[in-house]
């Protein structure tokens, strides 16, 4: 499955497990398909700090989707 497609599935239904800011992160991202450059400088961080929420938010998803999924 595509990775687009994927994490928009994880965070339907596990979304509400991540921390606020890594919602807004991932929403805006895949959701909303801004760059990271771009929701850096809506949230006022840098481009590193997105990155690295993102990259956060994602192995959360996979690691929900591990232990509680089917």
């Not at 991540?18 to 959701?31: D, G, I, N």
Request: aromatic letters at 12%; glycine letters at 6%.
């Amino acid at each position: 499955m595509e990775k687009l497609a994927w994490m928009n599935l994880l965070y339907d239904f596990y979304g509400q497990l991540l921390t606020q800011r890594q919602q807004k992160f991932v929403e805006l991202y895949y959701a909303h398909d801004l760059s990271l450059g771009e929701i850096a400088a809506e949230c006022q961080v840098s481009r590193q700090a997105v990155h690295d929420g993102l990259q956060r938010a994602e192995k959360a998803l996979e690691d929900y989707e591990a232990r509680l999924g089917y």
